[in-house]
């Protein structure tokens, strides 16, 4: 790495320190190459693995990726299937290499009717890296307003009272409470809305949209949006 580019990385470095990602395009990618949607999620997971390295070597800490939503139950079964099947290999394929490398992967959302199989595997890889030095956040069975339900839900059963209750301790009954704020938010594949997607988490996060689909988006990419970040102002509602 020349001098350049790692003073580059270290000026980053101070400046973001969470990434979340709504993979999005890997269906319309598969049907662009004449491939069943699947082979396009497959593509997409190959992806992940770069996008994890080049986000450590650029000094990001969390990186989250919206993986399958509360909504996505409603696709097809045999997609839907080979999804939950896609998610069980790749953490028997890739997860001994983030725990070598001490990458822990973390879990936000429901278990609650996911395959029990893979609810082991999630639970297990959850407590493999206990002092990691990058997390990835895998958002399955996920949506950011049954989130904000369960949290209620728990405090409800903390019996804490309005009174007692503000941002700050709100925070500690999220999927990511022990985690900072995205700083960047990247949706691939054109759209430009949130999809239900870390709703609380994202009040002042700094969005980035491109057209590329997810099984497309590479180094480049990455390094477009966070090029991008280093030239915006954030305020968080004050004045400059």
């Known amino acids: 790495m020349g001098k350049e580019r790692k003073g ?7 400046l973001i320190t969470h990434i ?13 190459q004449g491939l069943p ?29 919206y993986s399958f939503s509360t909504e996505n139950w ?5 997609e839907v299937e080979g999804l939950m099947q896609l998610f069980s290999q790749s953490l028997d394929k890739y997860g001994p ?50 989130e904000i339900v369960r949290a209620y839900q728990k405090i409800l059963e903390k019996k804490l009272t309005a009174s007692s209750l503000d941002e700050n301790n709100f925070r500690n009954f999220l999927d990511t409470k022990t985690e900072p704020d995205p700083d960047l938010l990247i949706r691939t594949g054109g759209e430009k809305r949130l999809s239900n997607f870390l709703l609380w988490q994202t009040a002042y996060s700094e969005l980035w949209f491109t057209d590329i689909l997810w099984p497309d988006f590479g180094k480049e990419e990455l390094d477009q949006a966070i090029e991008d970040f280093s030239r915006r102002k954030r305020k968080f509602g004050g004045i400059d």
């Open 20 to 32: 979340a990602i709504i993979m999005d395009g890997n269906g319309r990618w598969a049907s662009r």
């Open 37 to 65: 949607r699947l082979e396009g999620h497959k593509k997409g997971t190959e992806v992940i693995e770069t996008i994890v390295e080049e986000c450590h070597q650029r000094g990001v800490s969390f990186l989250t990726l």
């Open 97 to 146: 290499k983030l725990k070598e490398r001490q990458f822990r992967i973390k879990f936000l959302g429901k278990k609650e009717g996911l395959p029990s199989a893979l609810v082991e595997k999630m639970i297990y890889w959850e407590k493999a890296v206990p002092e990691p030095i990058f997390t990835l956040n895998l958002a399955i069975n996920y949506g950011g307003r049954d």
């Open 74 to 78: 409603k696709r097809p079964l045999n």
């Open 8 to 14: 580059d990385y270290e000026r980053l470095n101070s």
